[in-house]
């Protein structure tokens, strides 16, 4: 399981189009370095994905490189300077390739070592947005995987294990 965070927890998800972005990236990265996604959750200012690859560090620093440069674009585009501003106030110091940067250092990543605890980290990732009052069922919530563990084709493909 790895958990991905945006600088300072800057609210970068509530916009649709920021979201495709991460999921775009995961079609990507499935093909490219054949990801295998289990489940994932994007919230307002990270996000939580239960994923394999042959080389996960690889895989993950394309995610973070190509998202990072797509919503920067995206950012720019449409003239969102409060959180640009943030972006560039917060990076730091060592980052000296950019004027910004989008995501914490690094991300979390947790080995699931067996069936049970993949059930069990798979329906922590889904009950986020129940937790934080965004909806009431799993399943409600657009950007996760709760939808196709009930049946419901969701905006990503994943790998069901249960």
């Given at each position: 399981m790895t958990t991905c965070t945006v600088l300072h927890?800057?609210?970068?998800f509530i916009r649709h189009n920021s979201v495709e972005i991460?999921?775009?990236?995961?079609?990507?990265?499935?093909?490219?370095?054949?990801?295998?996604?289990?489940?994932?959750?994007?919230?307002?200012?990270?996000?939580h994905m239960v994923v394999q690859s042959n080389d996960i560090e690889k895989t993950m620093k394309s995610f973070k490189?190509?998202?990072?440069?797509?919503?920067?674009?995206?950012l720019k585009k449409e003239n969102v300077t409060n959180i640009l501003e943030q972006l560039?106030?917060?990076k730091k110091a060592?980052?000296?390739?950019?004027?910004?940067?989008?995501?914490?250092?690094?991300?979390?990543?947790?080995?699931?070592?067996?069936?049970?605890?993949?059930k069990t980290k798979i329906k922590y990732i889904h009950k986020n947005p129940i937790k934080r009052g965004y909806v009431d069922e799993a399943v409600h919530w657009r950007y996760s995987?709760?939808?196709?563990?009930?049946?419901?084709?969701?905006?990503?493909?994943?790998?069901?294990?249960?």
């Amino acid at each position: 399981m790895t958990t991905c965070t945006v600088l300072h927890w800057i609210p970068l998800f509530i916009r649709h189009n920021s979201v495709e972005i991460i999921i775009d990236c995961l079609k990507f990265l499935q093909k490219k370095d054949n990801l295998k996604l289990y489940a994932y959750v994007v919230l307002e200012n990270h996000l939580h994905m239960v994923v394999q690859s042959n080389d996960i560090e690889k895989t993950m620093k394309s995610f973070k490189q190509y998202t990072a440069k797509e919503l920067l674009n995206l950012l720019k585009k449409e003239n969102v300077t409060n959180i640009l501003e943030q972006l560039k106030f917060y990076k730091k110091a060592h980052h000296k390739a950019t004027n910004f940067q989008v995501w914490k250092e690094g991300y979390q990543l947790k080995q699931i070592s067996s069936d049970e605890m993949m059930k069990t980290k798979i329906k922590y990732i889904h009950k986020n947005p129940i937790k934080r009052g965004y909806v009431d069922e799993a399943v409600h919530w657009r950007y996760s995987s709760a939808r196709d563990y009930e049946g419901v084709q969701g905006l990503v493909d994943i790998e069901r294990c249960f």
